[in-house]
């Protein structure tokens, strides 16, 4: 047996993956419990990300709702949910307004309440997805552990939704085409990640997922409009003035932007050659996923290319986001299961995973991005080889 094997075996993960959950699950009890987590010493929230939710579906019920891109009015409302006293950064409220949709229903809870429905609501999106990639419990044990996740949940942000979402809509591209669009319709909530699927889904010609997510992004917009009023959009627009106009980035937030452009700042690159790298390789990945998608090779592996090429050229990107690497990761890990590991693939795959635990002090996503797609690139050339050799022999 490989030293690989007894290393990675089923059942060393799992007690690895089980002990590793029943701690931090005891961890965020522990802080829950002493105030050091949803609520301070006085019973008062805490102000986490997930206030923006809280606060914005109130808006969202509200008569008028576009009051919410009003920054000294959203600022007072998190002022009287968390009764903080400035000086303190209030939350702007610089999202789309589909998303004032999906987070209208938090208003009608308490707070509490509110937050694990949130929570629940979206980790079952995200299992799904994972399920459905590469079946069995434990790889959703799995995609728990990593740093991401755990900064996901502390916040109650969003990375849940988002990395169901992808896995969802890449599972489902080739059975089931407009189920896949309507998945994509909707990962519209977060623009910055649907960047790189017009030109995709066009080199690879996908029209099914095309039309379907032309109309369920419409149907969200109008939907919105409907709720809203059309000026709605306008005062988005509106918002993202607040961003940097050298990055395009929320002020204050380039650095700990998990991208190629996050990480050629880190390295002290002036925004002009960080926008030429990050768009180059944006581009390269681009065409090297769709050269994939292309190929005669297992589906998992042209989906773990989009996958990977889809958090590669979005521009901004935090450290809960890479919650959705456990996509590319689950697809390749479906491939490897289905035809075997390669000699040190398993190693490599532990290296992202720890690799993660850095991004609290440097952009390690970028770098975690391309270790993956070097692992689907090695399996695809397998493939490609092996499915010329069954064709040469059966001539």
Known sequence: MKAEDLIFSHRRLSVFGYSFLAAWLVAFTIRFFTAGWLFDRAGHPTFIDFI?????????????????????AF?????????SKPP????????????????APLALLPYTAAFFVWLVGT????????????????????????????????????????????????AFANRRPYLS???LGILTYKPQF???????????RQWRVVASATASALLFVGAACLMFGP?????????????????????????????????????????LAAWVVHLAVALFMTMLACQIWQRPVPHALKSAAFSIGVLTVTPYMLL????????????IIADAVAHGFFPGERFVLLGCFLALYLCLTFAAGPIVLLALMGLVVRRVRYATKTSATIYANSR
Request: net charge neutral.
């Open 320 to 331: 809960y986001d890479l919650t959705a690497a456990a996509v590319p990761a689950a697809f």
């Open 88 to 103: 303190i950064t209030y939350f702007p409220w610089v999202y789309p307004p589909t998303m004032l949709l999906l987070v």
């Open 123 to 170: 980790f079952c999106v995200y299992a799904v997805a994972l399920y459905t990639i590469l079946p069995g419990l434990l790889a959703i044990v799995l995609a728990l552990l990593p740093l991401p996740v755990i900064n996901n949940v502390f916040n109650g942000q969003t990375a849940f939704l988002t990395a169901g979402l992808l896995g969802l809509l890449l």
């Open 75 to 83: 600022s007072a409302a998190q002022t009287l949910v968390t009764k």
């Open 181 to 183: 669009g309507i998945c």
């Open 231 to 271: 000026r709605v959009w306008l005062l988005f627009m509106h918002s993202l003035r607040g961003h940097n106009s050298a990055t395009l980035l929320p002020v204050n937030l380039e650095g700990v932007n998990q991208t190629v452009f996050g990480l050629m700042h880190e390295a002290g690159a002036g925004p």
């Open 52 to 72: 923006q939710w809280f606060v914005g579906g109130k808006f969202a019920l509200m008569r008028d709702a576009t009051v919410a891109y009003d920054y000294s």
């Open 194 to 204: 649907v960047l790189f699927f017009p030109l995709a889904l066009v080199i690879t």
